[in-house]
């Protein structure tokens, strides 16, 4: 913090120098053009001066990044002193005095202040000192985008991510398209703030979204220039129709917050609803509030915002964004709205009430745009780059003319083209000859081109990735293929295929992606440590923010058609419908008169299945006995995650069949149990809900943790816990694995919750199941929290049964130091017998905890205790192979060839796994070989 005061020290004397300087100009600024830029460059400087120490104040700066912005600070100390020594000189000539003084102005150019040669040297310094800032405020701005605090506040908010959609649009865009609309006065005019709204409508296929990225790329260079950079700020948002989560506006003010939120006004207050984030992510009102105060942050924000007509229309979702958009833009008189869709009526409305200027894209610039692709197309493909020139000329020729504006349509030909066995003329004339004339068509041909075979199957993956609430993987994808939800429901787990056949069956319907949603990299801010002597730094504002969302690389599926990659796609790469179109075209009534029927998709119909198939899997899943709860348990089952995230959305009434389905299934638990129980254990709060308004008893007993309450302790479901205990579940209700709720959610850790079972009435030294008691429990789990609020309500801290004897030979097992010195504190005998182990020092030294060995030998633990599994503490160790436990044991005068225990003795132990510098320091100790032993 020392070094990084020093900076704002600096920016604070800059600060004053160019107030001062200001001041000073500002009389003089009505005087001559000369004067007056002088002053704006000042201006300029003293705004860069404030954001440094804005971003200095908010601390959070690491030594590394401390210096590196205090080393470019400092070499801005003589450029700012030499602008306090200008402002000196200049503060001896008197400032004009009214007309008289006006009209000697000319005069007073001539003598010091104002000669030409003093304002350009001038000038000269203050751009000196502006561009050293700049690398210091890039590396601040990095800091903040890369700070623990900020990715924390990120991944709470949960914002979605515009940028895969953008660098999806930005992979299919071609060199050179779009630039009609670049060059177009109405864009032009709007870029250079004449008008502040700009809407460009357009039909279905026409290429909207990809016209999208190259105005938002445009729009990018403009923000980054160094004149703009930190000023301007640029907010995008794809609304997507095959991704719930980027379809609200809900959705789009969390995703424009984590874009813009970061400068100090707007994240602190974030960082405020952060720490108060235990009721929740904050409503849209309070969002709007964090929103509105970051966008005063900058001078101007661009907010584009492309398809907004796939912001649906059910449930009032679209009208809803629509009004409350128009809110928020005429709140902040500083943002100007980019929007593309296309032209549908409440949109047009919206976009009238704003005053918005609007771009039709028209046929005839889109065709030229289309036949850029054509040519970019065949040309990069294997075989068809080989075609003689008068086929080509009649492949562009043809599709430019008759793609009616569609670059939706010319792709879907190329693709069909591309899948040609042989690419004679006369095969490429035929396709060309009987050409589909609409998207309908086009449509229905892919779809009827399926084999007979694969069509179920198909019918599947579309309704799976049209109506997923989340997108897909294609392991997911894979895994709903082999799911069967008639009657009694199965997973047919020995049919799991390849997971790119859906890539193959739904050719020319799907795009697949790679997508990474973590925030790993740091490369960024690499790159602006690295010192290569230009003082530079290659990433700017919105890059920074664009890399914290995602690392992204896609690939449409039909490019593996050409045979460009090797390994296609991974179990993780996304898929979707590629164009909304598909999805319009499969819900809609026309597909009913076409050929094409069967695969024509209801929303009602589709989510009853979707439901049923999640519930299927979830049983299925569920016959394992062991509760996935890691991420390598849940390896096997890659649609687990989504399917219990989910599988209510797509429910409309499917509680009989799911009651049925878990009363029934015993192989869901090795014990069974009604329905409310496993409902419980699952997390499924609706579904149990429903059950207590039929009448269910919330104590009813069964399965393997006993009851409703104690399997919903155990898996932290405060919410249902809550739900329990109110419609009368007991607190003290026994049996199950841990015997009572409270031990179970001990065992769990779960603070909160433990406090309200005790609150509850819940007994704090109630003994049984597997960890004999809740205090037990706790230090077995580790939890210090959970640990110091039994022992502050009257737990007994040397209560004996369960597995390890005493809750510090748990806390010793589990190698918690935390707890086991909490607990000695609190007066556990360090030598009570018992449990597994014996005692708790043969718990730590079986696990190799030499800390924790250490601490109980200090408290004055028996060496040479008796009793457990292992005999003694040194055999314990020594069969384990943990050598330095065994020698702090022997240096504490553990008895080398005490006998009994599971090996016999220390010796026999280490010996029976081979660890041989072990023997040898046991024998060194004095060991002596059993009988029937070789030494």
Not at 122 to 147: F, M, T
Request: glycine fraction near 8%; include cysteine.
């Amino acid at each position: 913090m020392e070094v990084a005061g020093s900076a704002v020290g600096i920016a604070s004397l800059g600060i004053q120098v160019c107030q001062g300087l200001l001041a000073y100009f500002d009389s003089w600024k009505d005087y001559g053009y000369d004067v007056a830029e002088a002053r704006n460059s000042v201006s300029d400087l003293h705004d860069k001066l404030v954001l440094l120490e804005d971003n200095l104040q908010t601390g959070g700066l690491d030594a590394k990044r401390a210096a590196r912005v205090t080393s470019c600070v400092q070499s801005c100390k003589d450029g700012i002193q030499d602008l306090g020594k200008k402002l000196d000189d200049l503060q001896k000539y008197s400032k004009p005095d009214g007309l008289r003084q006006k009209a000697r102005a000319e005069i007073q150019k001539a003598v010091y202040p104002f000669r030409k040669d003093t304002l350009t040297k001038l000038r000269g310094n203050v751009a000196d000192v502006r561009e050293r800032l700049k690398l210091a405020l890039q590396v601040l701005q990095l800091s903040v985008l890369q700070s623990d605090r900020w990715r924390k506040i990120v991944d709470w908010l949960a914002p979605s991510d515009p940028w895969t959609n953008h660098r999806l649009a930005r992979d299919r865009h071609e060199p050179h398209t779009g630039d009609w609309l670049l060059q177009s006065p109405t864009y032009l005019n709007w870029k250079a703030g004449q008008s502040r709204h700009l809407w460009i409508c357009g039909k279905a296929g026409c290429g909207k979204t990809v016209l999208s990225s190259t105005m938002i790329e445009d729009v990018k260079k403009l923000c980054d220039t160094d004149e703009n950079l930190g000023k301007f700020g640029l907010g995008a948002f794809y609304f997507t129709f095959s991704d719930k989560q980027k379809q609200s506006y809900e959705d789009l003010l969390r995703s424009l917050v984590g874009q813009l939120a970061w400068k100090p006004n707007g994240i602190a207050l974030l960082q405020r609803a952060y720490e108060e984030s235990s009721r929740g992510r904050p409503g849209k009102d309070e969002m709007e509030k964090i929103l509105l105060l970051s966008l005063q942050a900058y001078d101007q924000v661009f907010l584009a915002l492309d398809a907004l007509d796939e912001s649906p229309e059910e449930n009032d979702i679209r009208q809803t964004m629509l009004e409350r958009l128009e809110k928020l833009v005429q709140n902040a008189c500083n943002v100007k709205l980019l929007a593309t869709s296309r032209e549908v009526r409440d949109i047009q409305e919206s976009m009238e009430m704003l005053r918005t200027e609007r771009i039709n894209v028209a046929d005839s610039k889109v065709d030229k745009d289309i036949r850029k692709y054509v040519v970019s197309e065949l040309s990069k493909d294997r075989r068809l780059s080989r075609l003689s020139d008068k086929t080509t000329s009649l492949i562009e020729d043809t599709l430019s003319a008759r793609a009616d504006g569609m670059f939706r349509w010319a792709y879907c030909q190329i693709q069909e083209l591309k899948r040609l066995k042989s690419a004679k003329p006369k095969y490429i004339e035929d396709v060309l000859r009987t050409l589909p004339k609409t998207l309908d068509e086009t449509y229905e041909r892919i779809l009827c081109a399926i084999e007979e075979r694969y069509r179920p199957e198909a019918l599947t993956l579309l309704r799976w990735i049209t109506y997923s609430k989340y997108p897909l993987t294609l392991g997911q994808l894979a895994e709903a293929a082999i799911i069967d939800p008639s009657d009694e429901g199965t997973v047919h787990i020995d049919n799991r295929g390849d997971i790119e056949d859906s890539v193959d069956i739904l050719s020319g319907l799907i795009l697949v992606y790679e997508e990474d949603d973590g925030y790993e990299r740091d490369d960024f801010y690499d790159t602006a440590e690295e010192d290569d002597g230009d003082n530079t730094v290659d990433s700017h504002n919105t890059d920074d923010i664009q890399d914290l969302f995602s690392n992204h690389k896609s690939r449409c599926s039909d490019d593996a058609d050409t045979g460009s990659f090797t390994h296609r796609f991974n179990a993780q790469s996304k898929v979707r419908l590629a164009h909304f179109s598909i999805k319009e075209y499969l819900d809609s009534e026309r597909i009913l008169d076409g050929t094409a029927k069967g695969f024509h998709l209801d929303a009602a119909s589709e989510h009853r299945f979707l439901a049923q198939s999640c519930m299927t899997y979830l049983m299925h899943c569920s016959n394992d006995t062991a509760t996935p709860s890691t991420k390598e348990d849940r390896e096997p089952y890659p649609l687990l995650g989504l399917s219990a995230s989910s599988w209510y959305y797509h429910s409309f009434d499917k509680l009989e069949w799911l009651e049925m389905k878990l009363s029934r299934e015993s192989s869901f638990d090795p014990r069974p149990g009604p329905a409310i129980y496993f409902a419980s254990y699952l997390g499924f709060c609706k579904v149990v809900e429903k059950l207590l308004a039929r009448g269910a008893d919330t104590n009813a007993q069964g399965g393997f943790y006993g009851n409703a309450l104690q399997a919903a302790s155990l898996t932290g479901r405060l919410d249902l816990a809550e739900l329990l205990l109110a419609r009368g579940a007991e607190a003290n209700a026994s049996g199950g694995s841990y015997g009572s709720a409270l031990q179970a959610a001990s065992r769990g850790g779960h603070k909160i919750i433990v406090e309200r079972l005790l609150t509850a009435g819940a007994d704090v030294n109630a003994q049984g199941g597997y960890c004999g008691n809740a205090l037990q429990a706790a230090a077995l789990n580790g939890s210090i929290e959970v640990v110091e609020g039994l022992l502050s309500t009257g737990a007994d801290v040397n209560a004996q049964g369960g597995f390890y004897g005493t809750a510090l030979a748990a806390a010793a097992f589990e190698g918690s130091i935390e707890v086991v010195e909490r607990l000695l504190i609190a007066g556990a005998d360090v030598n009570v017998p018992g449990g597994e182990y014996g005692n708790a020092l043969q718990a730590a030294a079986g696990v190799g905890s030499v800390e924790v060995v250490e601490m109980l030998l200090v408290a004055k633990a028996n060496v040479n205790a008796q009793g457990g599994e292992y005999g003694n503490a040194l055999q314990a160790a020594a069969s384990a192979g943990f050598m330095e436990v065994v020698e702090r044991l022997l240096a504490a005068g553990a008895d080398v060839n005490a006998q009994g225990g599971y090996y016999g003795s220390a010796l026999q132990g280490a010996k029976g796994w081979h660890y041989e510098e072990i023997v040898n320091m046991l024998l060194a100790a004095g060991a002596v070989p059993m009988e029937n032993e070789q030494p």
